[in-house]
């Protein structure tokens, strides 16, 4: 599959490089794997629009590319084929991303991925919390309300930190850039430095007259309710990351992130496996042997089986897409019943001559009946 980059991009072939770097935020910011739940073809996408940038916004790669397409920027058709953004790896797009647009607000990306830098020195704490649900829940999606114990901006002083009626003070050592720099030699010469001011602490202001409050810090103790949108189809020790409803920075500094980790309750009539349920259902001898409708639960409520006439223990019925959503794709995975037939344990007197005159007419097994049907339900689900 050949792609044209500016297609990707959905810009001009003479796009400026300013048409070519919005163009690429957009896109990007759409399809995000933090902002998809790590959905497949969203990550495709991500990796796709990032190669596109990462040659359309170089000069020198873009004429190479104009003049001779992929074997100009060294992505020909060796190396088996495929999409174009095979060489790209999803760390090396999110890097690209966090180098160009990553910086402040955006922390959560590292929550994910792991490693990153946190540029904005004065973003507020992450916040992490568990999240109960139940399989109903995690069968339509589902909104949460956690209340969370954190801080939160200073009313006195409007988050600054600054007593009311005065302001923060450029910082002398700086002159408010928040960052000094130093020459030093080294043997290939004079290099620049540049490090965090020590007198600000790289905020660039420095605050006189403290408000009482808040003790210059900018935020309070507080405590604030949160809805958290949950999608249909996740699963145990997912991540949902709420942007911006983690702890304030100091004196207003970017806020972290809310960071749901969810925790399934089991349900016990149900095994699950990915969008995949499994039930156990008894059935009784004359049910095995004559068909029946009988109910079986999903995940949404009562639905009706027809076991057929003949039905043996171990066999499988898949109900179709009576199992779980699909995060992310649509559709439903299967409802697996398993069958067992139920021998009963006490029988009335009644029952007991009806059994003794059947016993005198039925059949014997046949031999070598047994393991096909477990076969069966192995191979539905993979393994089990
Ligand atoms: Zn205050
Ligand atoms: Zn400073």
């Known amino acids: 599959m050949k ?11 003479d796009a400026s490089e300013a048409d070519i770097k ?28 990032t190669e596109a940038y990462e040659v359309l916004r170089d000069p020198d790669k873009r004429a190479a590319y104009d003049r001779y397409g992929m074997a100009g920027v060294g992505r020909g058709q060796g190396g088996g084929g495929g999409s174009s953004s095979m060489h790209f790896d999803l760390s090396e797009a999110l890097m690209v991303f966090m180098r160009d647009f990553g910086i402040g607000g955006s922390g959560g990306f590292e929550n994910l991925f792991g490693g990153g830098t946190r540029r904005d020195r004065r973003r507020g704490h ?25 801080l939160e901006s200073c009313p006195e002083c409007a988050g600054t930190g600054a007593k009311p009626g005065t302001q923060p003070v450029q910082c002398g050592t700086c002159g408010g850039s928040g960052e000094v720099r130093h020459q030093a030699q080294s043997l290939f010469g004079q290099f620049l430095t540049v490090s965090p001011c020590p007198s600000c602490a790289g905020e660039g202001t420095i605050i006189q007259s403290p408000c009482d409050r808040c003790g210059g810090d900018g935020r309070i103790k507080g405590e604030k309710t949160i809805q958290i949108d949950v999608p249909a189809g996740v699963a145990d020790h997912h991540y949902l990351t709420v942007r911006g409803q983690g702890v304030p920075g100091p004196r207003n500094g970017a806020r972290g992130d809310l960071i749901a980790v969810l925790d399934i309750k ?3 009539r149900f095994e699950r496996h ?8 008894g ?6 042997a004559l068909g029946a409708q009988v109910e079986v639960p999903t995940p949404f409520g ?46 009335t007197a009644e029952q ?18 047994s393991g096909k049907f477990w076969d069966t339900i192995r191979r539905a689900l993979g393994h089990l």
């Not at 992450?126 to 109960?132: E, F, H, R, W």
């Not at 007991?352 to 009946?369: I, Q």
Request: aromatic share 6%.
């Open 283 to 288: 059935i009784t001898f004359t049910q095995a």
């Open 3 to 13: 792609q044209d980059f500016y297609v990707v991009l959905g810009v001009q072939r």
């Open 126 to 150: 992450d916040i992490k919390v568990g999240l109960k649900l139940t399989l109903a829940e995690v069968a339509t999606g589902t909104t949460k309300t956690v209340r969370i114990k954190s």
């Open 352 to 369: 007991r001559k009806l059994f003794e005159k059947l016993s005198e007419v039925e059949d014997a097994p046949p031999e070598k009946e």
């Open 274 to 281: 990915g969008d995949d349920l499994v039930y156990d259902l």
């Open 266 to 268: 089991e349900d016990p």
């Open 302 to 347: 009562q639905t009706t089986l027809r076991v057929e006439p003949g039905t043996q223990t171990g066999m499988a019925y898949r109900l179709r897409a009576k199992g779980l959503p699909r995060l992310g794709e649509g559709g439903h995975g299967d409802l697996h019943v398993r069958i067992h037939v139920w021998t009963p344990t006490k029988l």
């Open 22 to 49: 919005k163009a690429y935020r957009k896109l990007a910011m759409e399809c995000h794997p933090d902002r998809n739940n790590g959905e497949k073809s969203a990550e495709e996408k991500f990796k796709l629009v």
